[in-house]
């Protein structure tokens, strides 16, 4: 097991691009197998997550080919997959076993999805009881993984309305809808990021929105295209937030996806008073990417808007920081997702708050954190195996007043492989210990 030591820095300067965006990449990997023709995708993620997906299409006979970022996909139309000759491991990635549940329950043959220990622990009735409506035959340990998918089933199109704001049921359901008999409606109550959207769009597939309802018609076929996956927000989030708290900073995060259903963070930190300025604004492989200037900020506390929580989904470990570094008290309600990520990452950044030496309190669907000092010597966080908790603390690690440890940093290579780089580049004091 990893742990990250990290010793306060004053100054951040410099500018940097981090890696590819984690939904788009595991998108263009399902999208681009189906296909019809080769897809070729740059900017790829190279972490575990996204590797995963990769692996579990090569596992269904989908040949792929990576050099580093670069992959090259030959499509094997809707009907091409192959049964896999063992079950799919899907390591870490809620995202992949989700997604993969709706196209799989459609394909001819059986197949099983597994997971790690943390995603062995995640809710998959969201995906499987509407799936089930369908017609597909999916068993699992009581709407948890591992999940078994008897293939043949003939699927008939739902019009479903998500009992929660999630991208990963609606896409879940989309992909499925893509082989059902009819046209496959899904009503959003809150916006959710619309990647498989884009992306179907972009494969020629014609997918309909009209005010939060997104329907798609079974029975199309996709035309491979060439996808550049622009850096990713959720990973940029933690140098926004590393911008705002450091006390001299001035930093520079390159083409980053700026789509509308993903900037909460921008638009939350702004609310708190964040120095963060886009620039060289432009459409990149259909989504919206901008260069994000961040220098140091007085953060002040604010009742974060229920509407940015969808948006901010991924964002608010890193975001608590900000807020512990905030004057005056942040409130966030609307979250109960955040209880069932990687981790409940509401309990366990508020454990790793206290040992911090921050005042706050754990609500049933948020918290309330009180910004102060980082005061408390000699603090060992646990990370509880979650990528971005490891990422958060070593963070917050520019506003403490000595050195701090966080364990289990294992995970941080499942969204961002090259995280301890990065930090290092812009002047923190970050090593990584094994
Ligand atoms: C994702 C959707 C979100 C997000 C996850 C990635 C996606 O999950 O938290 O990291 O790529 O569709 P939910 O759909 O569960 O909110």
Do not use: W
Not at 1 to 8: A, K, Q
Not at 258 to 278: A, C, E, F, H, S
Not at 397 to 418: K, W
């Amino acid at each position: 097991m990893s742990s990250f030591v990290v010793s306060p820095a004053q100054s951040l300067k410099g500018t940097i691009k981090v890696p590819g965006d984690k939904s788009i990449s595991h998108r263009s990997i399902m999208l681009g197998s189906i296909a019809n023709g080769v897809t070729q995708v740059s900017g790829f993620l190279e972490g575990e997550d996204a590797l995963s997906t990769l692996k579990a299409f090569q596992d269904m006979g989908v040949k792929i080919e990576r050099e580093g970022s670069n992959v090259t996909i030959h499509g094997v139309g809707m009907h091409g997959l192959k049964a896999p000759s063992s079950p799919l491991d899907l390591g870490n990635s809620g995202t992949s076993m989700r997604l993969m549940s709706g196209l799989l329950s459609a394909q001819s043959f059986d197949c099983e999805l597994h997971g790690d220990e943390s995603l062995s622990k995640r809710p998959m009735g969201r995906v499987i009881d509407p799936l089930s409506t369908m017609g597909a035959k999916i068993d699992s340990q009581d709407g948890k993984p591992p999940l078994v998918i008897e293939g043949g089933q003939k699927l008939s199109a739902i019009d479903y309305t998500l009992p929660v704001a999630s991208a990963q049921i609606k896409s879940c359901l989309l992909l499925a809808g893509l082989y059902a008999q009819g046209t496959t409606s899904v009503t959003e109550g809150g916006i959710t990021r619309d990647h498989t959207e884009r992306m179907l769009r972009g494969f020629g597939y014609d997918v309909k929105t009209d005010n939060g309802r997104i329907s798609l018609t079974g029975g199309g076929e996709l035309t491979a295209c060439d996808i550049e996956v622009p850096s990713d927000i959720s990973s940029s989030a933690f140098f926004m937030v590393a911008g705002c708290i450091a006390k001299d900073s001035d930093i520079t995060l390159e083409a980053v996806n700026i789509n509308p259903t993903r900037t909460g963070v921008i638009d939350i930190l702004k609310l708190m008073g964040g120095n963060i300025t886009l620039c060289n604004e432009r459409v990149s492989g259909g989504e919206l990417v901008a260069d994000i200037r961040v220098q140091s900020s007085n953060l002040k506390g604010i009742n974060i808007p229920k509407n940015l929580v969808p948006l901010a989904i991924d964002e608010f470990p890193s975001l608590f920081i900000a807020a512990s570094c905030a004057i005056g008290e942040t409130v966030l309600t609307g979250a109960r997702e955040l209880r069932v990520k990687e981790s409940d990452r509401i309990q366990v950044m508020a454990d790793g708050l206290d040992i911090l030496g921050i005042e706050n309190e754990v609500l049933e669907d948020g918290i309330r954190i009180q910004g102060g000092e980082f005061s408390k010597p000699g603090s060992v966080i646990q990370s509880h195996h979650d990528h971005r908790i490891s990422m958060s603390f070593a963070i917050a690690s520019l506003r403490c007043e000595h050195e701090i440890q966080i364990e289990g940093v294992d995970n941080v290579q499942t969204s961002f492989p090259n995280f301890v780089e990065l930090c290092t580049k812009i002047g923190m004091n970050i090593s990584e210990t094994s």
